[in-house]
Structures are given as structure tokens and as C-alpha cells.
């Protein structure tokens, strides 16, 4: 498994931006397909954004389309949520997620392909 440490949450104002940032283990970062979701309270943990191995392919959830952006730097090991035009049903806490890819393009995306788990950062967006 692959261990993950995310960080960049916190507190903005509806159509303001934040970053995350998740770090990966370096052992099994090049060989994942890497993603993030959301939970909000009282919901079910939803698919947000994933981004294959090379790093050219994404899937995008489509209430997140064209405000978010998912980017990965194998030099650092990590991948990166970029979050712009926020809005209060953002809110929610941010999960990264590894898990294991075929092939530099096949991007991961059913919240039981992934097997490795970060613990969650908060995203508040308020009104």
C-alpha cells in the first residue's frame, strides 16, 4: 500500500481557490493511479478528479469540471488538487487515493479501485 499525507485545506469564501497536496510514498507513487474524493457529512464518500500514471490522463467528476484541475510531479512523489470558483457544496473533507494502474493511461476511477487512503483534509467553503 501506499502511504498518503494530504494538506491544503482550510477555510475560504465561495468563489475563492485552494490547493491540496497529497504526498505519496515513494515506493509505489510511479506504478498508481492517483485520485481524490469527498465526503460530506451525512453523504456517502464521492469520486472527485483522477489522474493516470503519466500524468496526461484525468477524469473528472462533472460537478467539478472546469473548476478543478488534478495534477501529479513524480519528482515530489505527490499530486495536487487545484480548486478554483469554489462554492459552499464543496464543502466537504478531501481524501487522496492511490491505487495500483496497467499501463501509463488507464485512469482509476470507481472508489473501490483505489486501496490506499489518506486521512483527510477539511475544505469549508462558506456563502
Known amino acids: 500500500q501506499v502511504q498518503l499525507v494530504e494538506s491544503g485545506g482550510g477555510l475560504v469564501q465561495a468563489g475563492g481557490s485552494l490547493r491540496l497536496s497529497c504526498a505519496a510514498s515513494v515506493r509505489t507513487f510511479s506504478t498508481s493511479s492517483m485520485g481524490w474524493f469527498r465526503q460530506a457529512p451525512g453523504k456517502e464518500r464521492e469520486f472527485v478528479a483522477s489522474?493516470?500514471?503519466?500524468?496526461?490522463?484525468?477524469k473528472y467528476a462533472d460537478s467539478v469540471k472546469g473548476r478543478f484541475t488534478i495534477s501529479r510531479d513524480g519528482a515530489k512523489n505527490s499530486v495536487y488538487l487545484q480548486m478554483n470558483s469554489l462554492k459552499p457544496e464543496d464543502t466537504a473533507v478531501y481524501y487522496c487515493a492511490a491505487g495500483r494502474a496497467v499501463g501509463w493511461t488507464q485512469v482509476l476511477a470507481d472508489l473501490s479501485d483505489f486501496d490506499s487512503w489518506g486521512q483527510g483534509t477539511q475544505v469549508t467553503v462558506s456563502s
Open positions: 489522474i493516470g500514471r503519466s500524468g496526461t490522463s484525468m
